[in-house]
Every structure is written in structure tokens, then in C-alpha cells.
């Protein structure tokens, strides 16, 4: 039963295709490719997006944005034994695009009111969230995805300069920043709360 | 009083690969004696593991997950296909393609009339022109039929070498090019293949991308620039990248196909789904893959019975639809008389699936 079992799951393992693999298919079109790179990275990629947009309503529209956006760069892969980290990558520079086109949006929507209100207030949102969600979501865009990427996704200071298109001294300065904040935060809410 | 460290920022700048190789080791060597850095460092990894750490992020039900696959698919899928023209476009396309080459006629007819006779070089390949939407460009020794069914375009070369042209978003119909040894099958748009002496001799492609199936050899998927031409040794499976030179058609040697059938992807199990033993858990993704390996690996005899084993036990699995479609392209590579019945259970089953206009050209 042991050695049966064993055998099951090395053929599984070798019935998987690397990324790598996946890459490479996706490049020649092929549409199942996507499926299985969709089944092993949507929960996470959905989760870092979840958390840097502070669970805005078009997740599921930028995780789809991403994969497509990949699919359309798949010739462009490194060879990576993961594609996780190039995917959040890619997200990460979809956001800083979104964030932009919305900045711009409200600029031009303030001008019309006559005054300038805040983007989006996600405090309401965020009642039920653990100390450190509340933290997080409090930070600001840029410093909530740079601390993601370099603390959950594990992505170096230059990885994320690169993914983000900003010096990695400013990746430094973020990461510092949302670090003392988020840290201030937790403590300041940890004594507060019974 | 909080007890403090100089080297306290020095935590963090490690912590981010600031510090080079030996500024790291000697920080680790104060790190280990200073109580200060250390906590510091401590807090930092809380940090991270507190965010690290299983969040409440709605993740929605196991069907709006399915939901959100097939809309992604089917995006990426719209995203593989031209988008068909509309009619205005394709009246002012027409109109600017008439004004154009009246214009040309006219620059031409203004050069020429000068010599009494303009005369074409000798030796200039011979234009054949098909009815649209596909064009030929027939070299003058070539040797070539055409047949057009309802659903199939098929464009027999015996030898010599053709230049195809074709505009999906005029037809659906499926264009062949059948070879002495082998077929070409298009998905677009425009490519040159040439053979001689009964055997295919060079594939290049312009734009979209053709799957070469040549008899004892994997399907080989060419892209935009890439070209295909016979490997120097038999027994050499060949390969998709671009050849740097065109080998010269007729005095080369017939290339022999090599005695066993070269295969670029191996099926690591040779068990199939069907004839794998029952497990407790069944597995619908390595069934799934199992199928898909033998599928990309050119066995498609085992690629047909994989997917249907897979859709009579996961009928309701997210990928049952792409297995339904493989399925039909498995069995017409096998040249089965069963695709047209897989093509009709697919459209039963899906009636608003996304490679419906794919299949409905398969039955028309």
C-alpha cells in the first residue's frame, strides 16, 4: 500500500509541469497552460492584491489583468523555478498604474468640486481585521506593496526596484517607513483593545 | 531609559541586504553579543511574521473561483483570435485597398508605358491567384492541387514550394496543406513551405503560427519568424528555432525519417487514466495532465482516451470543458470519423462555450 502510494505520487510529480514548462506552452498559446497556472497562483496572487489595494472591488478583475498580462509577456520569462515572484511583479506594476489613473481621476474630480477629497477612506471595510490587517491597510499604497513584496513574497530590494521602476534606495526608505508605522500602529491598537 | 545601540540601524540595512559581504559578517558578530540589536531584530521578524500569517481575505466560493477561470480563459482565448472586422471597416479596407492599388496601376502603368513591351524576368515565380480569402504564391517548378469542401480548405504539394497567404476573419474554414510526408496545418496568416523529392524541405512563417505534422514525428508548433527545415542527421527530431540558412532544395538527399519515431516530450507514466488503478481520492488535475502530456507529446490516441475518461468522471470540473475541445482535436489528428460526433457532444454540452465558432467550423 506504502509503495503504491509512493508510486501514485511520483507520477504525479512527474506528471507535473514546471513553470518553466508552463511558460513556455502559454508562449505557444496554449490555453491549458493558463488554467494550470491559474489553479496554483490565483490564491496567492489574490491575496497579495487583496491586501496592497486594501480589498478593493476590482480584485478579481486585477488578478485576471495580471495573468493576462503575463500570458502576453510569457516569451519574456526567465526560467525561474517559480513564477510567483514574477507574477507578483507584474501586479505590483499594474497597481502602480491603477493607482495613477485613479490619482489622475480624482485630481481632475477635485477640480470640478472645487476641493480635494481622499481617494478612498478602507477604514469601514476593516472592522473585523486582525490588528496588523488594520496596520496595513492604514499604510500607504506604495509602502503597503513594498513591504509586502519584501516580507510575504520574499522578493530582494532589487527585485522590487525593478518590478516597481523606482530606485532601490526608495525601496529602502518605504520599507523603513512602513516598517516604524506599522509597528507603531500595532502597538498603539494592541494596548487599546481589551 | 531605553538602552540603545549605535549599530542599531545596521538591524534593518542587514535585514534588506544592505550591508555587503564582510560589513554582514561583522554586524552578525555584534548582532550575537548585543542585546539591544537583538530585540530590534526580534521585532522585525515579528513584524514579518505577523504578516506572513494566514489573512481574512474573502477568497469566494468554490464556484465563483470556477466563474472566474472560464472568464479568464475565455479572455486569453479572444485574446489568440483576430477580432472579426466589422462591415464598415471592411468597406473602408476595401475602399483604401481599391484607391491603393489603383494608385499603384497607375505609377506602373506611368513607368512602363515608356519601353514598348515590359517583359517580367525570367525564371520569376508564377502568381496563382486563389479565390479569397486565401492566397498563393506558387513557385513556377511547383507541383500542387487545391481542393475546397465546406469546412476544409486542402492544398495537396507534391514538390516545389508555395507562399500562402490567409485571412482568418474572412473564413472559418480549416486550411491543410497536405505534404509528401506529412501536413501543415494552418492557424494563421502567412507562411512559405516547400518539398522535394517526397519529402518536406522548409516551413518558414511570417505571421501567426502553423503546427507541422510530419509521419513519425511529434506535431511542431512554428511561430511568427520562426522556420523549420530538415535536421543533418536522420535521426535528429527537428527543431522550432529559427534556421540561419536555407538548405538548397533540390540536390540535398532525401533526409530519411529515422527508424523508431523521435519524440521530443516523453510521457514519463505510460499508464493511461483509464487503465490507472482506483485510487480512494480520485485526481482530476494529474488525469488532467495526463491527458494534456500525451496530447503535447503527439499521442493522440491516448490523448482522446485520457480526456474522455476525464470527462465521464469530472463531468462537472472546471477543466471539463477543455478537455471536451482537446478531445475533438485529438480525434482529428488521429483522423478519427469520431470527431464530428465529439464535435456535436461539445456543443450540446456547451452551448455558449468559448471555442464554439472553433467547433461549429469543424462540423460545417
Known amino acids: ?194 | 531609559m531605553k538602552a540603545s545601540c549605535p549599530r542599531l540601524f545596521e538591524v534593518e540595512a542587514s535585514r534588506d541586504g544592505r550591508l555587503t559581504g564582510a560589513e554582514a559578517a561583522r554586524f552578525q558578530s555584534h548582532l550575537a553579543a548585543c542585546a539591544v540589536c537583538a530585540r530590534e531584530a526580534r521585532a522585525l521578524q515579528a513584524v514579518a511574521e505577523a504578516l506572513r500569517s494566514p489573512t481574512m481575505v474573502a477568497e469566494g466560493d468554490e464556484l465563483h473561483v470556477r466563474r472566474e477561470r472560464t472568464r479568464l480563459l475565455a479572455a486569453f482565448d479572444a485574446s489568440l483570435v483576430p477580432a472579426p472586422r466589422s462591415r464598415a471597416q471592411l468597406w473602408f479596407r476595401s475602399a483604401a485597398g481599391v484607391a491603393l492599388v489603383s494608385l499603384l496601376g497607375a505609377l506602373v502603368f506611368a513607368l512602363w508605358s515608356a519601353p514598348p513591351a515590359p517583359s517580367r524576368a525570367p525564371g520569376a515565380a508564377a502568381l496563382t491567384k486563389a479565390p479569397e480569402p486565401v492566397t498563393i504564391h506558387a513557385d513556377s517548378s511547383a507541383r500542387w492541387s487545391r481542393r475546397v469542401d465546406a469546412g476544409l480548405d486542402q492544398i495537396v504539394l507534391e514538390s516545389g514550394a508555395l507562399s500562402i497567404r490567409v485571412d482568418h476573419s474572412v473564413s472559418e474554414r480549416r486550411l491543410l496543406v497536405i505534404l509528401p510526408d506529412g501536413e501543415l496545418e494552418d492557424i494563421g496568416t502567412t507562411f512559405f513551405v516547400s518539398a522535394e523529392a517526397g519529402h518536406t524541405t522548409r516551413v518558414t512563417v511570417q505571421e501567426g503560427s502553423v503546427v507541422l505534422r510530419l509521419h513519425g514525428l511529434p506535431p511542431l508548433a512554428l511561430g511568427a519568424g520562426a522556420a523549420w527545415s530538415p535536421p543533418p542527421l536522420p535521426s535528429t527530431p527537428p527543431l522550432s528555432t529559427p534556421a540561419p540558412s536555407t538548405p538548397p532544395p533540390s540536390p540535398l538527399a532525401p533526409p530519411t525519417p529515422p527508424p523508431a519515431p523521435a519524440r521530443r516530450i516523453k510521457p514519463t507514466s505510460t499508464a493511461t487514466p483509464a487503465a490507472r488503478p482506483s485510487t480512494p481520492a480520485p485526481d482530476p488535475a494529474a488525469d488532467f495532465r495526463a491527458a494534456l502530456s500525451a496530447f503535447n507529446s503527439g499521442d493522440s490516441a491516448r490523448a482522446a482516451d485520457g480526456f474522455a475518461a476525464f470527462l465521464s468522471r469530472y463531468p462537472r470540473d472546471p477543466r471539463a470543458e477543455d478537455a471536451a475541445y482537446l478531445r475533438i482535436l485529438a480525434l482529428q489528428r488521429e483522423g478519427s470519423p469520431a470527431t464530428q460526433q465529439a464535435a456535436r457532444d461539445y456543443l450540446g454540452r456547451y452551448p455558449r462555450g468559448f471555442r464554439r465558432a472553433e467547433v461549429e467550423g469543424l462540423l460545417r
Not at chain 1, 506594476?93 to 490619482?103: D, E, M, P, S, Y
Not at chain 1, 508605522?181 to 483593545?193: F, M, P, S, Y
Open chain 1, 1 to 194: 500500500m506504502i509503495s503504491r502510494g509512493k508510486e501514485h505520487a511520483a507520477e504525479r510529480d512527474a506528471l507535473q509541469s514546471t513553470d518553466a514548462e508552463l511558460m513556455r506552452q502559454l508562449e505557444a498559446g496554449q490555453v491549458g497552460a493558463l488554467g494550470e497556472l491559474y489553479d496554483r497562483y490565483r490564491a496567492p496572487l489574490r491575496s497579495f492584491i487583496a491586501r496592497a489595494t486594501g480589498d478593493a472591488h476590482d480584485v478579481d478583475d486585477l488578478v485576471h489583468a495580471t495573468f493576462l498580462a503575463a500570458a502576453k509577456s510569457a516569451q519574456r520569462y526567465d526560467g525561474r523555478a517559480s513564477c510567483r515572484p514574477w507574477l507578483i511583479g507584474i501586479a505590483a506594476q499594474l497597481l502602480r498604474r491603477r493607482r495613477r489613473a485613479v490619482g489622475r481621476f480624482a485630481t481632475v474630480l477635485a477640480a470640478l468640486q472645487g476641493t480635494l477629497q481622499p481617494a478612498s477612506d478602507p477604514r469601514p471595510a476593516l472592522q473585523a481585521r486582525s490588528d496588523v490587517e488594520r496596520a496595513l491597510a492604514a499604510l500607504s499604497e506604495p509602502k503597503r506593496i513594498t513591504l509586502l513584496m519584501a516580507e510575504v513574497e520574499g522578493l530582494s530590494c532589487d527585485e522590487i526596484a525593478r518590478a516597481l521602476e523606482i530606485p532601490v534606495g526608495t525601496v529602502w526608505t518605504r520599507l523603513h517607513a512602513a516598517r516604524r508605522e506599522l509597528r507603531q500602529a500595532v502597538d498603539i491598537e494592541g494596548a487599546g483593545t481589551p
